[in-house]
C-alpha cells in the first residue's frame, strides 16, 4: 500500500494558477501509474490527468492544453501545473496510485487515494 498526501490547493482568481503537489510514501516501488482526479460538489468524480511507467500521460478533454501532469521518481512526488484555471475547476483534486503500468483516467484501477486538496476558482 502507498500513502499519498497532496497539497497546493488555494483559492485563486479565474486565469490564475495553482500547482498541486503529492507525496508518496510507502510501498512506492510497486506503483507505476499515478493520477489526478476532481470531484465537485453534486458531481461525479472525473479523472483528470494520468501519468504512467513509461511517462506516457492522459488528459481529460478539458483540461488539455491548460494542466500539465509530471513526476519526480527520485523523491516519490507527482505534480499538477495548473493554468488558465476556469470556474469549471474548482473541486476537490485527488492524487492516486495504481500497481498497473499503463493507465489511463479509469478510477477503478487506482487502488490508493489520499485526502484531497481543495482547489477553488473566483470569477
Known amino acids: 500500500q502507498v500513502q499519498l498526501m497532496e497539497s497546493g490547493g488555494n483559492s485563486v482568481q479565474s486565469g490564475g494558477s495553482l500547482r498541486l503537489t503529492c507525496a508518496a510514501s510507502?510501498?512506492?516501488?510497486?506503483?507505476?501509474?499515478m493520477a489526478w482526479f476532481r470531484q465537485a460538489p453534486g458531481k461525479e468524480r472525473e479523472g483528470v490527468a494520468a501519468?504512467?511507467?513509461?511517462?506516457?500521460?492522459s488528459y481529460a478533454d478539458s483540461v488539455e492544453g491548460r494542466f500539465t501532469i509530471s513526476q519526480d521518481n527520485v523523491n516519490h512526488t507527482m505534480y499538477l501545473q495548473m493554468n488558465s484555471l476556469s470556474p469549471e475547476d474548482p473541486a476537490m483534486y485527488y492524487c492516486?496510485?495504481?500497481?498497473?503500468?499503463?493507465?489511463?483516467?479509469?478510477?477503478?484501477?487506482?487502488?490508493?487515494w489520499g485526502q484531497g486538496t481543495q482547489v477553488i476558482v473566483s470569477s
Open positions: 510507502g510501498a512506492t516501488d510497486n506503483h507505476y501509474c
Open positions: 492516486a496510485a495504481s500497481t498497473y503500468v499503463n493507465c489511463g483516467l479509469s478510477a477503478n484501477i487506482f487502488s490508493d
Open positions: 501519468i504512467d511507467y513509461d511517462t506516457e500521460t
